[in-house]
């Protein structure tokens, strides 16, 4: 078994054909952003900078930050003032009226130290307003990729290593970091998956199908066919079990 632990790499280019849905279905948490001309705000894990874009539109002074440098060039290509950064070791002091971020905060193993980060960017009373996976995101998806790694003897530290909290949990972060929360939930989304689950595994999950070597394909073969009676209509329709946590909160 290898208990290697390896990072997602993303490939712009991938995850515009298999996942531009993410920035796409953000019209929610961009209303509870409710963004105002001249505001300065960092986007946290602007990833390729698609709705960064929009934010800027508005004419707000936009930062992106992200920790791929696929990502972080192909945002800059749009026009993003994007900078490469861990956003668990976030670099700025009192500089911005608000922090947004969508779809990111999953992939960040250590929230305690990302929150530090956002409160210590944030000007006194700035807000925070992000939206991520949440308790039960993916559960299907997860599941299938343990089984198959236990079939086939893989590691199972590489299923599923986001962070996915209740309400709970992260309004306890919050609330020990000097922020009141305004509204949080989970909001169940079943997301339509137009190239299939297959390209949705290979792009979302690329570490855990590379350790099968040339076994990668047959390993995508056996999830998808383990997810089909769940996530597959008859008309060879594939959604995603999406549950997204969305969250606004200030510093008091
Ligand atoms: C999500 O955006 O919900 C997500 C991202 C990566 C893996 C699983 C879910």
Same mark, same amino acid.
């Given at each position: 078994?290898?208990?290697?632990?390896?990072?997602?790499?993303?490939?712009?280019?991938?995850?515009?054909?298999?996942?531009?849905?993410?920035? %796409?279905?953000?019209?929610?948490?961009?209303?509870?952003? !409710?963004?105002?001309?001249?505001?300065?705000?960092? !986007?946290?894990?602007?990833? %390729?900078?698609?709705?960064?874009?929009?934010?800027?539109?508005?004419?707000?002074?936009?930062?992106?930050?992200?920790a791929s440098d696929k990502f972080i060039e192909a945002a800059k290509g749009r026009g993003v003032d994007a900078r490469l950064m861990n956003g668990e070791a976030l670099q700025f002091e009192r500089e911005f009226d608000a922090v947004f971020s969508n779809a990111a905060l999953h992939w960040m193993s250590n929230p305690g130290a990302v929150l530090d980060g956002v409160e210590r960017a944030l000007k006194p009373g700035g807000r925070f307003v992000a939206e991520f996976g949440g308790f039960g995101n993916v559960a299907a998806i997860a599941t299938a990729l343990r089984a198959v790694a236990e079939r086939r003897d893989g590691d199972v530290s590489l299923t599923a290593p986001w962070f996915f909290p209740s309400p709970e949990e992260y309004s306890t972060l919050l609330n020990a970091r000097g922020f009141e929360v305004d509204r949080i939930g989970l909001y169940p989304r079943q997301t339509p998956l137009k190239t299939g689950m297959g390209p949705w595994l290979k792009t979302f999950r690329t570490p855990f199908f590379e350790q099968f070597g040339d076994e990668d394909d047959a390993a995508v073969q056996e999830v998808v066919d383990l997810l089909k009676p769940a996530l597959c209509d008859a008309h060879d329709n594939w959604m995603a079990d999406y549950v997204r946590l969305r969250v606004e909160a200030h510093l008091v």
């Open positions: 078994m290898n208990t290697t632990t390896r990072q997602q790499a993303w490939q712009p280019k991938d995850y515009a054909a298999n996942a531009r849905f993410v920035s %796409d279905l953000a019209g929610a948490v961009l209303e509870w952003l !409710d963004p105002k001309q001249g505001e300065h705000i960092l !986007d946290l894990g602007c990833g %390729d900078g698609a709705l960064t874009v929009k934010l800027m539109e508005i004419g707000a002074h936009i930062v992106g930050v992200d």
